[in-house]
């Protein structure tokens, strides 16, 4: 069965450190890949997405994440974090002709000043 | 900016009640979908649509019924609402043309089932 792995419910780190949350699917095929961010009280918003070339996307404020179609993974990165950075963060995948986002659990990121 | 408004806001209903969720999209957009958001689960699909008249299964669809009436407008019924369904709900958009495009999403309701 198709499904997504976010498998840090959450994560604290320093403001001013190094991120990575992590993002594994399972399912053979060509996925189309996304991030999303949901700040408190809002809705979700798009941070970064893949579906070909370069394996290292970048995305919105500093954020970019890796392909690695060995591993099935998909992790998001960002070099700096800043305290604004507190969310919740949704790795989503689509796989090629089907019509529906498949979420993982989420990961609420805290920064610690 | 792609734009999905979802009415109410904020929802509280009792055990047996019946209630209607609005979602409107003035994108022009075909697909649209209704998501639910618990701790624990992420955002999982409840019932999504292709267009006008159209309606799909999604993964978490038992006591959810959902209506695409318009292009624009995707409505989720729950007729005999049940403390289970207390809730975040989201509704999103997307265009067709092309499946690594981003799905829009409107700002959610909060439903309590007491």
């Known amino acids: 069965a198709q499904s997504v792995t976010q498998p840090d419910a959450r994560v604290t780190v320093s403001e001013g450190a190094s991120l990575q949350l992590r993002c594994k699917y399972s399912y053979s095929g060509t996925p189309y890949l996304f991030w999303y961010v949901q700040y408190p009280r809002q809705g979700l918003q798009l941070l970064l997405k893949y579906y070909s070339g370069d394996p290292v996307v970048q995305g919105v404020n500093g954020f970019e994440a890796e392909f690695i179609k060995s591993n099935s993974s998909f992790h998001l990165r960002k070099a700096s974090v800043h305290w604004s950075d507190s969310a919740v963060y949704f790795c989503?995948?689509?796989?090629?002709?089907?019509?529906?986002?498949?979420f993982g659990q989420g990961t609420k990121l805290s920064i610690k000043p | 900016e792609a734009a999905v408004t979802q009415s109410p806001r904020n929802k509280v209903t009792v055990t047996g009640g019946n209630v209607t969720l609005s979602c409107r999209q003035t994108n022009s957009h075909n697909y649209m979908y209704w998501y639910r958001q618990d701790t624990g689960h992420g955002l999982r699909l409840i019932h999504y649509s292709y267009g006008a008249g159209n309606l799909q299964i999604g993964d978490v669809p038992d006591g959810y019924k959902a209506t695409r009436t318009t292009q624009e407008d995707f409505f989720l019924l729950l007729e005999l609402a049940s403390p289970s369904q207390t809730s975040l709900y989201f509704c999103?958009?997307?265009?067709?043309?092309?499946?690594?495009?981003?799905?829009?999403f409107g700002p959610g309701t909060r439903l309590t089932v007491l």
């Open positions: 999103a958009s997307r265009t067709r043309d092309w499946g690594g495009a981003e799905q829009f």
């Open positions: 989503a995948v689509r796989w090629y002709n089907q019509g529906k986002l498949i």
